[in-house]
């Protein structure tokens, strides 16, 4: 998955370094904007990189549970040994995430990224008022880029906690696996069994931001609904702020 995911990542940098290269006036890499270019694909490269390590790290510790879950022992010491794994795994991925401070920066760069959308959507409002129609695609481009990143950021983070909490039959999540021993399981084991099911559901697993709960599904969906709102309306402000400043100058 990170290989295939560098992979991406390396050939939409080159597309892109093909395109700044072929608008550049000066030899590329002979002056500060396009060594800032340089610089600044490789953070972001090691940045994605860094993301989709972590990310792979927390899902695999999700799917090991859920492979042992899916064929499980009906006994007693099965499921208690399940409950005790299930809250490492959940220690595990919030200090991969929270403790260490990475969702913070994630969420932050994130926020950046929504910021920069917008401000892509002001340049190219304002290319559209002043000539009438578009002159050029680059700032919508831009613009749509930074969001597809931070909605695709975000499903990657919500798709953790869904992997064990998911009501849905597609993502066989492990309380979804748990359920479907109901009615097999032995009576010498009921109270595991649903001492498992339970601790699932009221112990979360997965990233939590800053103030904000775990991150789910549920989360993310009211969150890009807003984003689409909130994007438009910061363009907006950003492009009628540029047009007061620009006035005094005429």
């Given at each position: 998955f990170v290989y295939r995911s560098a992979v991406v990542i390396?050939?939409?940098?080159?597309?892109?370094?093909?395109?700044?290269?072929?608008?550049?006036?000066?030899?590329?890499?002979?002056?500060l904007y396009s060594n800032l270019c340089i610089v600044r694909g490789v953070l972001c490269f090691m940045s994605e990189i860094m993301f989709l390590i972590v990310y792979k790290l927390s899902v695999n510790m999700v799917d090991r549970l859920r492979n042992h879950i899916s064929d499980p022992e009906m006994t007693a010491r099965f499921w208690n040994d399940a409950t005790r794994k299930y809250l490492a795994t959940c220690r595990s991925i919030d200090l991969l995430w929270r403790k260490m401070g990475f969702s913070t920066a994630v969420s932050l760069v994130f926020a950046f990224n929504m910021l920069f959308a917008a401000v892509f959507v002001a340049i190219g409002l304002a290319d559209l008022a002043s000539a009438g129609f578009v002159t050029t695609w680059r700032p919508w481009v831009w613009a749509m880029k930074q969001v597809v990143i931070v909605f695709v950021g975000l499903y990657f983070i919500?798709?953790?906690?869904?992997?064990?909490?998911?009501?849905?039959?597609?993502?066989?999540?492990?309380?979804?696996?748990?359920?479907?021993?109901c009615g097999v399981m032995p009576s010498e084991c009921?109270?595991?069994?649903?001492?498992?099911?339970?601790?699932?559901?009221?112990?979360?697993?997965?990233?939590?931001v800053a103030i904000l709960p775990v991150l789910t599904m549920a989360f993310v969906a009211p969150v890009v609904r807003i984003a689409f709102v909130v994007a438009p309306i910061v363009g907006g402000m950003a492009y009628s702020l540029a047009k007061r400043n620009e006035q005094p100058m005429l």
């Open positions: 390396i050939v939409e940098m080159l597309l892109r370094s093909v395109v700044e290269y072929r608008r550049h006036d000066q030899h590329f890499g002979n002056d919500a798709s953790i906690n869904s992997r064990s909490s998911s009501s849905r039959h597609a993502k066989a999540s492990l309380v979804h696996l748990a359920r479907q021993q009921l109270q595991e069994h649903w001492t498992f099911i339970a601790t699932v559901e009221g112990v979360p697993c997965g990233v939590e």
